[in-house]
């Protein structure tokens, strides 16, 4: 098969192209794995987390990619509930201990990172974290819900938001964009803030009918019940913080995050940011459940994602322009064989 490969970490300005486009072995599925020919894998923050080491993988070489939509073409032997031919997403999570709180467990293993991905033709993957597709969705669609959806909906559901209170969405990329759309369906009666750098960003947000969009330290019409934070960055975590109403909480959606900013932690103030029991909370990786649940509702919705697709050969190009360029929605790399 062919994959684009990650053989050593770097920072993508001193490496243009971080991934090599190469030819291995088809993977043959383990017992308990379904083997999938992927159509579609999206590009998330979390790779240029990988590739420039603030999230070393647990293997090198691998190959990088954990939004990934195909169809299964063979099955282990104790694989009873897939078929070949289904169409399935694999997601973030490969294996945990299937515990409630799986995304926290000492067993967590991630796709793309301790296993490879779906930067490949082929990929295999546990039966149990391979997840059907709703059948109104594309699997160009599809493929950014498998990761930036559903760790929005899990960000959301963190929030411990009810109807009618405001939320703020710090950075509106591949995960923001999808969870205005989410909080529309779940809390039709919350007015929703945007806050980003790019005015063309900005503009996008209110075209999906955010009801207010401005600058990361702009301050929202009125305080904010809830933020969720999907930036690599400090100073918007900052911001965020001086925008709540009191006991509003603050859910960072990221995995990582860059150092650039990070003196601007140093303007942290108690009695301005914290408090009054304002509250901070973090995402962790993410359950099978999140994805089960999340995928349903986006069918049902259903969410309609902006995508830009890349051919699988220029996973480079668009890892550069998702780590330089202004982000409107989500990039997908499709296989063209």
Known sequence: MKAMQLDKLAPLGEAAEPLSWCELPDPIPAADEVLIRVTACGVCHT????IEGRLPPGRLPVI????????????GRDVDSLAVGDRVGVGWIHSSDGSDNEN?????RATGCDV?????????????????????????????????????YRALRLTHLTNGQPL?????????????????????????????????????SMDLEADWAGGTHD?????????????????????????????GRLVINAIRKESDD???????????????EREIKSVANITG????????????????????????????????????????GAKVLVNES
């Not at 009125?222 to 925008?243: G, K, N, R």
């Not at 990070?262 to 009054?276: A, K, N, V």
């Not at 649940?293 to 190009?317: C, S, T, W």
């Open 289 to 328: 459940r999140d994805i089960r649940e999340f995928l349903a509702v986006a069918g049902e919705i259903p969410i309609q994602p902006e995508v830009e697709v890349y051919a699988l050969k220029d996973a480079n190009r668009a890892l550069q322009d998702l780590k330089h360029g202004n982000v409107r």
């Open 47 to 50: 790779e240029l987390d990988e």
């Open 219 to 247: 301050q929202p019409p009125e305080p904010l019940q809830a933020v969720i934070d999907t930036t690599p960055a400090w100073s918007p975590v900052v911001a965020a913080l001086a925008s709540l109403r009191p006991g």
């Open 116 to 152: 490879h991905g779906g930067y490949a033709e082929l990929m295999t993957a546990k039966a149990a974290y391979a997840f059907s597709i709703p059948d109104n969705l594309t699997d160009i669609q599809a493929a950014p819900l498998l990761c930036a959806g559903a760790i929005g």
């Open 168 to 204: 703020g969405l710090t950075g509106f990329g591949g995960s923001g964009h999808l969870v205005l759309q989410l909080a529309r369906h779940q809390f039709p009666d919350s007015p929703v803030f945007v806050f980003a750098r790019s005015s063309e960003v900005r503009t996008f």
């Open 64 to 75: 990088p990619g954990h939004e990934v939509v195909g169809r299964i073409v063979e099955r």
């Open 104 to 108: 926290l467990s000492p067993d967590f």
């Open 262 to 276: 990070q003196h601007e932690l140093r303007t942290l103030s108690y009695h301005e940011h914290l408090w009054m």
